[in-house]
């Protein structure tokens, strides 16, 4: 039987619990998350979603600024603990929409949520598991999928934080596209640091049908 890749302990374990750490939702942080949602869910004007999912929130900034803009129903999966419990004990999200897992595993229905995102997620999705990843996004979503990514227009392996095994750059909106061809792209943008609180990111957002 091969090996589970290796991030899915990782991000499950005490490197994800670092990571965790490290990541302060300040005030600051989600502020500057909304002015970036702001404008992407502008990009949706006369069909806003309902419902959205993010893949991997963490300490949840992008649910947190999702929140304070529309009024959505949200949702997370996330596959660390300590991270799964900040978004109750903060009251990101209630406990019933805190889902434990990864993105290649998504224990919800056909089309459950209208917006499926990921955000910095798919860069460390093993190789092995990103086509199951997408096609699991894809599945969940009624209407949009929208993911921000670092890119690089061939697949790409990065040490990260002296590990070897967990950053993978890509062409993710390709991956996407490539793999379903009911989806139409909506727009596709650069976060730039200098003006962001974000870092480097290329975004794709997608309609479905």
Avoid at 27 to 34: H, I, W
Avoid at 45 to 52: C, I, L
Avoid at 154 to 164: A, L, M, N
Wanted: hydrophobic fraction near 45%.
């Amino acid at each position: 039987m091969a090996a589970e890749p290796k991030a899915l302990d990782a991000w499950s374990g005490e490197f994800g619990d670092r990571y965790t750490e490290r990541n302060v939702a300040s005030a600051d942080a989600v502020r500057g998350r909304a002015r970036v949602w702001g404008g992407l869910l502008g990009r949706m004007q006369g069909d806003m979603p309902r419902s959205a999912l993010e893949v991997g929130p963490n300490l949840g900034l992008n649910l947190r600024a999702l929140g304070q803009l529309a009024d959505i129903d949200l949702w997370g999966i996330e596959p660390n603990p300590a991270a799964r419990q900040k978004l109750v004990s903060d009251g990101v999200l209630p406990a019933e929409r805190v889902l434990e897992g990864f993105g290649h595993q998504i224990p919800l229905a056909d089309g459950a949520v209208d917006l499926v995102f990921t955000v910095g997620v798919l860069i460390h999705v093993d190789p092995s598991l990103l086509e199951k990843t997408v096609s699991e996004i894809h599945r969940v979503s009624a209407k949009y999928v929208l993911c921000a990514e670092y890119f690089s227009p061939r697949p790409e392996t990065i040490t990260y934080r002296g590990e070897e095994g967990l950053l993978f750059k890509n062409d993710f909106g390709s991956v996407l596209m490539d793999a379903h061809s009911d989806l139409t792209l909506v727009d596709c943008g650069f976060l730039w640091r200098r003006t962001t609180v974000m870092d480097d990111l290329t975004w794709w957002l997608f309609r479905k049908g």
